[in-house]
């Protein structure tokens, strides 16, 4: 039986996709307007919307892979390696916010918040041991 905390991660974490996913939908057409303006050099310029359609997909999917590596089929690493996704996301903010690039909003500040609760249940006590007892 899964543990408590396994359960929260789970609630939070993928209210964290869910967010992203809105936010994506929302913000679709002004972020192939700024990869297309960077790919105008390139002369790639045409095929920002199928690049940017990949690159959602490719980013959720691992989102998605990693749950189900933690959550489903009880991969202690795989912890490890969202733990340094999250980790990531939430050192990148503060340059995002003085330099200005990306999309940086509200939804985006509260899914990087939904994650780094996600992660605190991941390392809880009874999530710990539920990861030990799959390796004995």
């Known amino acids: 039986m899964r543990p408590d905390s396994i359960k929260k991660f789970d609630l939070f974490y993928l ?3 869910a967010i992203s996913v809105a936010q994506a939908l929302l913000n679709y057409d002004s972020m192939k307007a700024a990869l297309e303006a960077e790919l105008v050099a390139a002369d790639m310029a045409g095929q920002a919307g199928t690049m940017l359609a990949l690159g959602l997909a490719v980013g959720f999917g691992v989102s998605l892979l990693l749950w189900f590596l933690v959550s489903r089929a009880r991969q202690g690493w795989a912890r490890w390696v969202l733990l ?8 990148s903010i503060p340059s995002a916010l003085s330099s200005g690039l990306g999309s940086l909003s509200i939804t985006g500040l509260i899914a990087a918040l939904l994650q780094v609760i996600a992660m605190w249940f991941l390392f ?8 030990a007892s799959r390796a004995t």
């Open 15 to 17: 209210a964290a996709i």
């Open 84 to 91: 340094a996704f999250v980790v990531y996301r939430v050192l």
């Open 124 to 131: 809880r006590p009874d999530a710990r041991a539920w990861f």
